[in-house]
């Protein structure tokens, strides 16, 4: 009778343990597809969270040398952020504008070698002088039957109109939206940075007693693997910033420094940075065409800037601590980039650390009850 009731009850437990598990499986996959279903209102949250992170050591550092409230601190970082953003945004429209204007007379001795107007009216001129004489008879006919063309196709002009109105007024509303979540942006991220150890006590209670001493443990292994792949990379950012610049104006690359910080700044994810920084890069180096010269050296730019990241400065600054193989970097981009759109590549290698502390604590575990 008593191993029939031991039977019993250690079947209860069982199903009941089985219950618990398939009752956080099923609230992990809800939590999982609401997620998912709003990943883009999240964006800003999201990335506010991480920037918080990112930048809580520094706030930590500062309130500890000044000796300030943290809230006092908090707000003179959120002004010194604010002014390097607009001062960079300020900086790069007139470097933009300073360029263009330089282009452009290069643009305009490509198209007019021999003639060169001056004045707006003089280039119309010359346009217009260009046009053969068979097409300036068929424009003045199409202009004479321009009224009874605007009569009979009135419908499909005015509903043509209406949807390029639409298109531009779908613009301005998508600037717009973008500019509330710049903003949003910056306002989350003080608020997470002003109450982000309030945040972690509240936490830490919600994690029951006895298991606390061991969730801790993870979590703390997870934050130091974080930190030292967003410290390191940002390291390797900056180097690249260099690299690229450096390189893609000895090329005579235009926009060559904008080009270099964006592509290089856009390293804190792997192998972004190509695509931010070489196919702007190559556009420029190739229009206008002097031969394939310049866009080789652009190529060898990156490619060089790459190599040195992979081979050299990324083992040595970010070391081993997230110790995942390039194989597993482009596996996980892809998997997330997939899974979670742009979230998903930005986030894909921390998440990828995060996968590996828990299956490695998972296994360790294992490997104790098993022994």
Same mark, same amino acid.
């Given at each position: 009778?008593?191993?029939?009731?031991?039977?019993?009850?250690?079947?209860?437990?069982?199903?009941?343990?089985?219950?618990?598990?398939?009752?956080?499986?099923?609230?992990?996959?809800?939590?999982?597809?609401?997620? &998912?279903?709003?990943?883009?209102?999240?964006?800003?949250?999201?990335?506010?969270?991480?920037?918080? &992170?990112?930048?809580?050591?520094?706030?930590?550092?500062?309130?500890?040398?000044?000796?300030?409230?943290?809230?006092?601190?908090? $707000?003179?970082?959120?002004?010194?952020?604010?002014?390097?953003?607009?001062?960079?945004?300020?900086?790069?429209?007139? &470097?933009?504008?300073?360029?263009?204007?330089?282009?452009?007379?290069?643009?305009?001795?490509?198209?007019?070698?021999?003639?060169?107007?001056?004045?707006?009216?003089?280039?119309?001129?010359?346009?217009?002088?260009?046009?053969?004489?068979?097409?300036?008879?068929?424009?003045?006919?199409?202009?004479?039957?321009?009224?009874?063309?605007?009569?009979? @196709?009135?419908?499909?002009?005015?509903?043509?109109?209406?949807?390029?109105?639409?298109?531009?007024?779908?613009?301005?509303?998508?600037?717009?939206?973008?500019?509330?979540?710049?903003?949003?942006?910056?306002?989350?991220?003080?608020?997470?940075?002003?109450?982000?150890?309030?945040?972690?006590?509240?936490?830490?209670?919600?994690?029951?007693?006895?298991?606390?001493?061991?969730?801790?443990?993870?979590?703390?292994?997870?934050?130091?693997?974080?930190?030292?792949?967003?410290?390191?990379?940002?390291?390797?950012?900056? $180097?690249?910033?260099?690299?690229?610049?450096?390189?893609?104006?000895?090329?005579?690359?235009?926009?060559?420094?904008?080009?270099?910080?964006?592509?290089?700044?856009?390293?804190?994810?792997?192998?972004?940075?190509?695509?931010?920084?070489?196919?702007?890069?190559?556009?420029?180096?190739?229009?206008?065409?002097?031969?394939?010269?310049?866009?080789?050296?652009?190529?060898?730019?990156?490619?060089?800037?790459?190599?040195?990241?992979?081979?050299?400065?990324?083992?040595?600054?970010?070391?081993?601590?997230?110790?995942?193989?390039?194989?597993?970097?482009?596996?996980?981009?892809?998997?997330?980039?997939?899974?979670?759109?742009?979230?998903?590549?930005?986030?894909?290698?921390?998440?990828?650390?995060?996968?590996?502390?828990?299956?490695?604590?998972?296994?360790?575990?294992?490997?104790? @009850?098993?022994?």
């Amino acid at each position: 009778m008593a191993d029939e009731a031991g039977r019993e009850s250690l079947g209860l437990a069982l199903r009941s343990r089985w219950v618990k598990f398939l009752a956080a499986a099923a609230c992990a996959v809800l939590l999982g597809y609401l997620v &998912y279903f709003v990943r883009s209102t999240l964006a800003p949250f999201v990335l506010a969270a991480v920037a918080a &992170y990112i930048l809580n050591p520094a706030v930590e550092f500062l309130q500890a040398k000044l000796r300030l409230p943290r809230g006092v601190v908090v $707000a003179a970082l959120m002004v010194v952020l604010t002014a390097a953003v607009v001062g960079t945004l300020a900086l790069g429209i007139s &470097y933009l504008v300073r360029t263009v204007e330089r282009v452009v007379p290069q643009a305009e001795l490509a198209l007019y070698p021999d003639a060169q107007p001056n004045t707006f009216a003089e280039r119309v001129h010359h346009a217009l002088e260009s046009i053969p004489t068979e097409l300036r008879v068929q424009v003045k006919e199409m202009l004479e039957h321009l009224p009874r063309t605007l009569r009979d @196709n009135f419908r499909d002009i005015s509903a043509s109109l209406l949807q390029g109105f639409g298109a531009v007024f779908g613009a301005l509303l998508s600037l717009v939206v973008a500019s509330f979540k710049f903003v949003l942006f910056f306002v989350v991220m003080g608020y997470l940075l002003a109450d982000l150890p309030a945040l972690r006590a509240g936490a830490g209670e919600l994690i029951p007693a006895r298991h606390k001493e061991a969730v801790l443990r993870v979590l703390g292994h997870i934050d130091t693997n974080i930190r030292a792949f967003y410290r390191g990379q940002f390291l390797v950012s900056l $180097a690249l910033c260099g690299i690229y610049s450096a390189g893609l104006l000895a090329c005579g690359v235009d926009f060559a420094v904008l080009i270099g910080v964006a592509g290089g700044m856009a390293d804190m994810v792997p192998y972004l940075g190509l695509v931010v920084g070489m196919l702007p890069a190559l556009a420029f180096a190739l229009v206008p065409y002097g031969g394939l010269l310049k866009p080789l050296g652009v190529v060898l730019v990156f490619a060089f800037g790459q190599t040195l990241a992979g081979m050299y400065l990324s083992p040595r600054i970010v070391g081993r601590r997230v110790g995942l193989h390039p194989v597993a970097v482009l596996l996980a981009i892809m998997v997330f980039g997939h899974l979670l759109g742009f979230l998903g590549v930005i986030f894909a290698v921390p998440l990828a650390a995060v996968i590996r502390v828990l299956l490695g604590e998972w296994v360790a575990h294992y490997k104790r @009850n098993h022994s």
